[in-house]
């Protein structure tokens, strides 16, 4: 099965500083790999996503990188708000209809 | 659209008790749904796949008879808690494809608590 790992598990910025995820995962075969963001008690929220046929995808302030060969996918925050301050996680999966799996998650405070 | 609900959203039940989650999804037919439990301050773990018409896939590990899903319909999939003790106290959250080709929707999650 797949294996996602997540890096670090805590961080904290300061307000308008970047902030950087890292995952790796083990399956080669996966081919989705979105990011969420989850708040206290509340649903996981997708924040952006990358396929595999793709190195970059921006959205405003997230930008996510992949490199296919090392299995490796990173967030990026930049211009940090207090708003951004939530677990983030990224997960992996198939084709179309597969389950994530997700990883251990980082716990972002970007501190005013 | 693409919006999924979710069941009780909080419930505490006691040990040895049954307690069931629904998960519906209100404007998409969702042939596949998802399963997930969440512990404090700790990542989504996939619990099983749930399968309109047919069994579920359990993870390794997920005691199939102690977590009960049925798939009746494809805008309904229910996680039944049986025998319900302490330690599985957590946040149980469903998730299900909302028609495009790779978004997912989650639902808003159950808060159970086992006394």
């Known amino acids: 099965g797949e294996n996602v790992e997540q890096h670090p598990s805590t961080l904290s910025v300061q307000e308008g500083d970047s902030a950087v995820i890292k995952c790796t995962y083990s399956d080669s075969a996966s081919n989705y790999f979105p990011w969420y963001k989850q708040e206290l008690g509340k649903r996981p929220q997708l924040i952006i996503d990358i396929r595999s046929n793709v190195g970059e995808k921006k959205d405003q302030r997230i930008a996510v990188t992949l490199n296919k060969t090392a299995k490796h996918f990173s967030l990026h925050i930049t211009e940090t708000q207090p708003e951004d301050s939530a677990v983030y996680f990224c997960?992996?999966?198939?084709?179309?209809?597969?389950?994530?799996?997700f990883g251990t998650g980082t716990s972002l405070t970007v501190i005013p | 659209g693409a919006v999924v609900s979710q069941h009780p959203s909080r419930v505490i039940c006691k040990s040895g008790t049954s307690v069931k989650i629904e998960c519906r999804s209100l404007?998409?037919?969702?042939?596949?749904m998802f399963w997930y439990r969440q512990f404090p301050k700790q990542s989504l773990m996939l619990m099983a796949t749930?399968?309109?018409?047919?069994?579920?896939?359990?993870e390794q590990g997920v005691e199939k008879d102690k977590f009960l899903i049925n798939h009746a319909s494809l805008t309904l999939s229910t996680l039944t808690v049986t025998s319900a003790h302490p330690e599985d106290s957590s946040f149980y959250i469903c998730?299900?494809?909302?028609?495009?080709?790779?978004?997912?929707?989650f639902g808003s999650g159950t808060r159970l608590t086992v006394v």
């Open positions: 997960a992996a999966s198939r084709r179309t209809g597969n389950q994530f799996y």
């Open positions: 404007d998409f037919q969702a042939t596949t």
């Open positions: 998730s299900a494809r909302n028609g495009s080709n790779y978004g997912y929707t």
């Open positions: 749930s399968n309109e018409g047919s069994k579920a896939t359990y």
